[in-house]
């Protein structure tokens, strides 16, 4: 199993047994850039059409990373757009086309349950899927479930199936899925859950 860990800030050392980790790219903005180099970090933005995008995707790219995860997705075109402006950034720098790739958050809205229901065009890009209860389930009920603790059979069943989609959405794709478990009081109950039904790894929030 692959441990992706979400930090809110850079740390003086990353985490030794992490596989990569997530960082809102305002986070590295207040890295050395050497430190951000590093080729586990994988910044996090928000979906093109976000009022922060723009300018958020530009401070990621001035690090070069491998992988960009893109959080709050509704649509595939959102899917589309970020590689176009990818490949536009790869081709101004000289840079290989087509190598930062993708990783996208799914499951975390309405939105992005609908679109996993639809077909989607191929992107060599897309390099993951990561899926994301919290949002969804706070959306849904007054008090969130906490899905890392409660067993999947307590989970709503919108919950439920977005999960079950995210993970078939990448199987089918040939893509890693991973699941978003935040700071579960059984990381080994929850890991060995996510390992039994098919995921490729799991992503804790420190």
Known sequence: MQKLYALKAIPPLLPPDADGVLLDVLSLANGSDDFSLDPRIMPMIETP???????????????????VVMRGMSAYAELQHLSSRLAVHEAEQGWDDGGIQIIAVLGDTPASLRTLTQTW?????????????????????????????????????????????????????????YEWIGRPSDPKYAADRACRDGFTGTVVTL
């Open 49 to 67: 059409d976000h009022p922060s995008s723009p300018s958020a995707l530009a401070m990621a790219l001035r690090h070069r990373p491998s992988i």
């Open 121 to 177: 065009p191929s992107i060599p890009r897309l390099a993951g899927l990561i899926f994301s209860p919290e949002r969804l389930s706070g959306v849904l009920t007054d008090q969130p479930v906490d899905t890392a603790a409660a067993p999947s059979g307590d989970w709503p069943d919108p919950v439920r199936l977005a999960r079950s989609l995210t993970l078939l959405a990448a199987k089918e794709r040939g893509i890693p899925a």
